[in-house]
């Protein structure tokens, strides 16, 4: 009955920007960690950057400084900023939650192509 929804997926050139949303809906359950990942063709997926509810990020060393986590908890949202994107940035960018039992949820992919 948990549904995350993402948004904000696109066609970028090279040094510029988007910023991913995935809002959380459905039964009301306790939200621990928020992340992004993503999956390039041919590739494993792969986390991208993660928070905490207590705030703590971490993130992918090939994007640390070019991506910001954050999240509103008030929306059940999370929210990925991307900055000075990339032609190797371009994947399918995928939301997860984990919630109560530490049961992980999926957003459905959003694309992300950085192209000239």
């Known amino acids: 009955q948990v549904q995350l929804v993402e948004s904000g997926g696109g066609l970028v050139q090279p040094g510029g920007s988007l910023r991913l949303s995935c809002a959380a809906s459905?039964?009301?359950?306790?939200?621990?960690?928020m992340a992004w990942y993503r999956q390039a063709p041919g590739k494993q997926r792969e986390l991208v950057a993660l928070i905490t509810d207590g705030d703590t990020t971490n993130y992918l060393d090939s994007v640390k400084g070019r991506y910001t986590i954050s999240r509103d908890n008030a929306k059940n949202t999370v929210y990925l900023q991307m900055n000075s994107l990339k032609p190797e940035d371009t994947a399918v960018y995928y939301c997860?939650?984990?919630?109560?039992?530490?049961?992980?949820?999926w957003g459905q992919g959003t694309q992300v192509t950085v192209s000239s």
């Open positions: 459905g039964s009301n359950f306790n939200i621990f960690t």
């Open positions: 997860n939650v984990v919630g109560d039992w530490g049961i992980n949820y």
